[in-house]
């Protein structure tokens, strides 16, 4: 099992709707949770990060934790084109040393 | 958020020669700087971990001898990729953070290395 699981997509969704993105991750003892947006051939940049079980809004982006089920989602209301983009969950493990990436979503939004 | 920089963006090199990477933290202090290589439609795997001052701790399955890496100061790290091979091409990013293991690392620019 992967530490940090994504569905692949591509998730393609109408501009105006909400993308609806989720991870799971295999440490129940983690800590910190943290999503990020990659368009093609650049680096990563943070979007959100989240700490504590239930929902963190920041504009357009709702980040929710549940630590239970250990399941964290991103939603993007109001899509637009330009948050096609691959969005990568990543997670700080047990101790908050090592970060561990899933292998992302691609994100297409349809105008 | 903070700014990190990574230098070159793109570099191309013939096989066997060796290329140097830069990772600098601009506003802040990097206590730690992390090394990540990333292949096409891949997620980004960690191959290092530099503290300042001290010896980096490497990935399993990262040739230390192969992936050098330097983290003299605390604004500066550099990764030099030894006799590189065309299977070494990738893109390589740094993260740096100040702090503790729980302050959030900001990622460099990332640099596309190509070997021919």
């Known amino acids: 099992q992967k530490e940090v699981e994504q569905n692949s997509g591509p998730l393609s969704v109408p501009e105006g709707a909400i993308a609806s993105l989720n991870c799971t991750y295999s440490?129940?003892?983690?800590?910190?949770f943290f999503w990020y947006r990659q368009y093609s051939g650049k680096s990563p940049e943070l979007i959100m990060f989240?700490?504590?079980?239930g929902d963190k809004e920041d504009g357009r982006f709702t980040a929710q934790l549940n630590k239970a089920s250990q399941y964290v989602s991103l939603l993007i209301r109001d899509s637009q084109p330009s948050d096609s983009a691959t969005y990568l969950c990543?997670?700080?493990?047990?101790?908050?040393?090592?970060?561990?990436f899933g292998a992302g979503t691609r994100l297409f939004v349809k105008a | 958020g903070a700014v990190v920089s990574q230098h070159p963006s793109r570099v191309i090199c013939k096989s066997g020669t060796s290329v140097k990477i830069e990772c600098r933290s601009l506003?802040?202090?990097?206590?730690?700087m992390f090394w990540y290589r990333q292949f096409p439609k891949q997620s980004l795997m960690l191959m290092a971990t530099?503290?300042?001052?001290?010896?980096?701790?490497?990935e399993q399955g990262v040739e230390k001898d192969k992936f050098l890496i330097n983290h003299a100061s605390l604004t500066l790290s550099t990764l030099t990729v030894t006799s590189a091979h065309p299977e070494d091409s990738s893109f390589y990013i740094c993260?740096?953070?100040?702090?503790?293991?729980?302050?959030?690392?900001?990622f460099g620019q990332g640099t596309r290395l190509t070997v021919v």
């Open positions: 506003d802040f202090q990097a206590t730690t």
């Open positions: 530099s503290n300042e001052g001290s010896k980096a701790t490497y």
């Open positions: 440490d129940r003892g983690s800590q910190s």
């Open positions: 990543a997670v700080k493990g047990t101790g908050g040393f090592k970060t561990i």
């Open positions: 989240i700490y504590s079980n």
């Open positions: 993260s740096a953070r100040e702090g503790s293991d729980w302050t959030i690392a900001f």
